[in-house]
């Protein structure tokens, strides 16, 4: 079977019609999830950007919380017992890791905990802008280290009664308790969270792994617009989404992780989406429609086609039996090919009784055409009989050796198994007896051997085979056999694409036997022309004639050479 032609079974093309009218609805579907899939992943930005900005909006919160507690400590940050009172107060506000009071020169006049020594600390930029008047002032770079881990300093001014700048009150705040905990019912499930410094240098993260390296504009865009949201990678090549807000001013930064889930990591997550179901039941359709087609269908196609095969190799008494459980129409279908059988089956007795009664009026017509040409050859025989000049007896034999070798065709024709074909070699051995033995010359003995070739020939190209046969023997036997015995050798060979018969004998070649007129030599050249082959006459080693008769092999069935020798008194 081609390979194109197994794409046409009635199987593939319901299945095919079937995957049509059922592509829209697993088009629709699969719009449906990418629309599904776009909203989510906006919903997923816009979330997570709120959620940022919610982030920052509370650790800036609780910034402003420490602004209130220093201007409310601020008055009473000096005194006696200020260390022990200033202790109490980080101990019960988590967060908090020093208060510190400074004069208006930058040194520690109380403080919860120690503090190194900064000389320059009234030189630095924070200190000098509560010193010009503003009343609060927030860095993550204090000048030197105030806390062992990443904090944030809030520091509120201070004053005298009459309002001169008294130095400054400072809250060491943990940048830990400004990171949003991952637990919060805002953050997006599995979100990351993370500080990050001005220069992208990050503080503090829940996972290393979740951050990457930030894009080189994200803190202009994130002071322009507030908050930023876009994709990358992370540390093991995931696609997440980050959001990015400002917590302390431009200094200190939240960033939030989330992942991205792609279009199938979506649809995992979403097993009643609308890409789920269609594409199960467009799965489940083409299926279905294989099964049904196979049992219902195809199983009895192949059934009926198995006893079509029976019914080609003539065994036309096979019934589909199994036809009672098919459907309705492929019934129909059987019953249509077992009325073709029996149809067949009584046709073929029909042409066999009407071959039969042909076979036996051809027998009998070539019995009756046989009969007729014996009883010429009978009567040109008494005709023979009656002649007294040699020429004239001579040329009757002649004649009636033909006549005898057209009969002997005809009796092979009807007593043979094959009225279209004959075996030359059994043909060949009779007529060579029946010349030899019907002509002896001055009773002296011919002996005759035979060596022919297996071949099967049509009517057609055996009556001048025979006739070319009739011609060459009646020749030896007229000049090599005229006044002694001798042997004549008949040999038949088959090379392939070529055919020759060669009539041979050992008696003196003289110039009559080698004439190339004569009615023989004419009769031979035209048997010859009439298989499309040529005739020869030529001397031999034995000093006797041979005739040779080559022509296209016929196109009957050519066994293995068989070759015998055969002698005739």
């Excluded at 197994?6 to 995957?19: D, F, G, P, Y």
């Excluded at 279905?288 to 065994?315: C, D, F, K, N, P």
Aim: with cysteine; glycine share 8%.
């Amino acid at each position: 079977m081609a390979p194109w032609s197994s794409l046409s079974t009635i199987r593939v093309r319901l299945i095919a019609a079937l995957a049509a009218a059922l592509l829209p609805v697993l088009i629709l579907g699969a719009l449906q999830s990418a629309i599904g899939f776009q909203r989510e992943g906006r919903t997923l930005r816009e979330n997570l950007g709120f959620a940022a900005e919610r982030s920052a909006a509370t650790a800036r919160a609780r910034l402003e919380s420490a602004e209130v507690l220093l201007q409310t400590l601020a008055p009473g940050a000096v005194g006696f017992q200020c260390q022990e009172r200033l202790a109490q107060v980080t101990t019960r506000i988590p967060g908090y890791l020093n208060l510190i009071r400074f004069d208006r020169q930058g040194r520690v006049v109380c403080a919860a905990g120690g503090v190194p020594a900064d000389p320059q600390r009234a030189g630095r930029a924070w200190f000098r802008e509560l010193a010009g008047g503003r009343n609060v002032a927030f860095t993550q770079e204090p000048g030197l280290p105030l806390a062992r881990e990443p904090a944030v300093l809030a520091a509120a001014r201070a004053t005298t009664v009459d309002g001169a700048f008294d130095g400054a009150f400072a809250a060491v705040i943990s940048l830990a308790t400004l990171q949003p905990r991952t637990t919060d019912p805002s953050l997006p499930r599995g979100a990351e969270v993370g500080l990050v410094e001005k220069d992208g240098h990050y503080i503090s993260v829940t996972d290393a792994g979740a951050f990457p390296q930030l894009p080189a504009d994200w803190r202009a865009k994130v002071d322009a617009t507030g908050t930023l949201v876009w994709y990358g990678r992370d540390g093991l090549g995931r696609r997440r989404v980050y959001s990015a807000a400002p917590v302390v001013g431009d200094e200190v930064y939240v960033v939030l992780s989330a992942q991205s889930p792609g279009l199938l990591s979506w649809a995992r997550l979403n097993p009643l989406s609308g890409i789920l179901f269609p594409l199960l039941t467009f799965l489940f359709a083409l299926v279905a429609v294989s099964a049904v087609t196979g049992r219902v269908v195809v199983r009895w196609i192949e059934y009926l086609q198995r006893i079509a095969a029976l019914y080609a190799r003539g065994r036309l008494s096979v019934r589909p039996v199994q036809a009672e459980q098919m459907p309705p129409e492929i019934r129909e279908l059987a019953e249509t090919l077992e009325d073709m059988a029996d149809a067949i089956v009584g046709r073929d007795a029909s042409l066999r009784d009407s071959l039969a009664q042909k076979d036996e009026l051809m027998r009998e017509i070539h019995h009756r055409v046989k009969n007729n040409l014996q009883v010429i050859s009978s009567l040109l025989n008494m005709q023979q009989r009656a002649l007294t000049d040699p020429a004239a007896r001579s040329a009757m034999s002649d004649t009636r050796q033909r006549i005898t070798a057209l009969a002997l065709i005809y009796r092979a024709l009807y007593q043979g198994p094959d009225l279209k074909r004959v075996d030359l070699r059994p043909f060949l051995e009779e007529l060579t007896a029946q010349l030899v033995n019907g002509e002896l010359v001055h009773g002296q003995t011919v002996r005759t051997e035979l060596s022919v070739d297996t071949l099967v020939i049509d009517p057609d190209r055996l009556a001048p085979l025979a006739l070319f046969a009739v011609e060459a023997i009646t020749n030896a036997q007229k000049h090599a056999f005229a006044n002694r015995g001798g042997v004549l050798k008949l040999e038949f060979t088959v090379r392939g694409e070529e055919a020759e018969l060669a009539i041979s004998d050992d008696g003196a070649a003289t110039d009559a036997a080698l004439a190339t007129s004569g009615v023989g030599r004419t009769l031979m050249n035209a048997f010859a022309r009439q298989l499309r082959g040529r005739a020869e006459l030529a001397r031999n080693p034995a000093g006797g004639v041979t005739a040779r008769l080559l022509f296209p092999t016929p196109s009957a069935d050519i066994s293995a050479p068989v070759r015998g020798n055969q002698a005739a008194a």
